[in-house]
């Protein structure tokens, strides 16, 4: 497969009953490679999260199409896309969204549950993502219990427990300080050049973004490879 994601024409418009139509982006087109590591940048309103969200099918958009390893997203019905986007697409937020009442291990394996795994091998497959993000022993601890850093760690995790087509992080070192923001970022680059996962990272920070293979800046509608 030469392309594992294809953005074609995509548009995105809201009807706001103050100022009727507002247009956030329109006719954007790209393609990502399998393996590639892409940072999305743009000033805070450009659209980034948007975007992220229209890719990870979280948001339906106005024109154009999504084609996630060969499938048109727009041809899915919501059921299918809801098992679709479990089993192709992991996604890290800027806040962790791990659920407080389970362990970091039943967070990480969530997921595969969702997906009608079998208990044991959904635990047996977090336990070797916790190790690989360095909190095996952390396994039982609930979110509570766990540094932010060491929360976002364990969110990375649950992203890559279905081997997703595509990883979609949204601003996910934004809530680290600095020094947590540049481990985070490392350990996302590390771990994808180890599965050879497809990352999509949208960031505010210019130099984490200098790391990624592509870059792609959205501003006033419009999106430029630089």
Do not use: C, W
């Not at 594992?4 to 982006?25: A, D, H, M, N, P």
């Not at 937020?93 to 595969?112: S, V, Y």
């Amino acid at each position: 497969m030469e392309n594992i994601l294809e953005v074609q024409s995509l548009g995105k418009r809201y009807v706001s009953s103050g100022t009727g139509v507002v247009e956030v982006f329109h006719d954007i087109s790209f393609e990502v490679k399998p393996g590639e590591i892409v940072a999305l940048t743009g000033p805070s309103g450009s659209g980034k999260s948007t975007l992220l969200n229209l890719i990870g099918t979280l948001d339906i958009p106005s024109s154009g199409n999504i084609i996630i390893e060969g499938e048109d997203t727009s041809e899915l019905s919501s059921s299918e896309l809801a098992s679709f986007r479990n089993k192709k697409i992991g996604f890290i937020f800027q806040f962790h969204h791990l659920l407080p009442e389970f362990t970091a291990i039943e967070n990480i394996g969530m997921p595969a549950l969702i997906a009608g795994k079998k208990l044991e091998s959904a635990t047996k497959r977090a336990e070797e993502l916790l190790a690989e993000v360095g909190l095996l022993e952390r396994k039982s601890h609930r979110p509570a219990e766990l540094s932010g850093g060491e929360a976002q760690r364990v969110a990375v995790a649950r992203a890559f427990m279905m081997q997703p087509a595509l990883v979609l992080a949204d601003e996910p070192t934004g809530n680290l300080d600095n020094e947590n923001s540049d481990k985070l970022f490392d350990l996302m680059l590390s771990l994808a050049s180890k599965f050879n996962q497809t990352f999509i990272i949208a960031t505010h920070n210019t130099d984490l973004a200098q790391k990624a293979q592509r870059r792609f800046h959205l501003e006033k509608g419009e999106l430029h490879e630089y």
